[in-house]
């Protein structure tokens, strides 16, 4: 014999549910047998960590520092504004570059889109386009105006 089976057979414990061993397998009266699919889905993984995975994911996520334009950029990019704001009653088509800041971490992201530009609102400081889309006057990089 080995130690394990030697302990097992001094210890004891060998005779502890003698008095059970052989006694009947109970059957419920009140309760249904439950079904072998149903008995293992008891056991099954669950997602002890909700949401975990979408945090994961989010923090894998790359992002992108806002870029600071200098001095003789943001003149170009004043100038074309003024030229396109000349243009908002002919409700021209541009193409905005823009920063989307991320809703969860620093850094963002840089977005290009081309539409029909409803308005320049003044008071709100922002491109209103055709489709509603509101764009901040602060995000935007890049501008150009599309010949009709």
Not at 63 to 85: A, F, H, Q
Not at 130 to 144: A, F, T, V
């Amino acid at each position: 014999m080995n130690k394990k089976t030697d302990y097992f057979m001094n210890s004891g414990d060998i005779h502890k549910y003698d008095d059970i061993i052989n006694l009947p397998h109970h059957v419920s009266g009140s309760h249904a047998h439950m079904p072998a699919a149903d008995r293992a889905a008891q056991f099954a993984p669950f997602a002890a960590l909700t949401g975990h995975q979408e945090a994961v994911r989010e923090t894998a996520k790359h992002t992108d520092e806002r870029i600071e334009l200098d001095e003789s950029c943001k003149e170009v990019l004043d100038e074309k504004l003024r030229y396109i704001r000349e243009q908002a009653g002919e409700r021209p088509v541009v193409t905005v570059t823009y920063f989307v800041p991320d809703d969860h971490k620093s850094g963002g992201s840089y977005v290009t889109v081309t539409g029909r530009m409803k308005k320049i609102d003044e008071y709100e400081k922002s491109l209103v386009m055709d489709d509603g889309e509101r764009i901040w006057m602060e995000d935007i990089i890049e501008l150009s105006l599309h010949k009709s």
